[in-house]
């Protein structure tokens, strides 16, 4: 759960990398496909910024290849952060 600076429960990343304040967010296609549910990603995304995370999405096409653009993904915004070649 990433909370606020006053402890309150903000939104819970399907994965936190909380060093690096990275959230990852597995987006599968039957649940965020409708109207309402972009929505509320939206608004997680910005609340995530808003409280200093990167949000990474990660989607099915990512994890073709045991995951490999998935962790190219993760390892290019941990990169961008510092995170060691």
Known sequence: ??????GR???????????WRLA???DGAEV???AERVLLDVRRQE??????WTEVRITKDHMRSNGTGAVQKILGK?????YPS
């Open 32 to 34: 965020h496909s409708t």
């Open 78 to 82: 941990l990169r961008e952060q510092g």
């Open 1 to 6: 759960m990433i909370c606020d600076e006053r």
């Open 24 to 26: 990852i967010q597995y």
């Open 47 to 52: 609340t995530a910024e808003l409280l200093g």
């Open 9 to 19: 429960r903000c939104f819970r990343p399907d994965l936190a990398l909380r060093k």
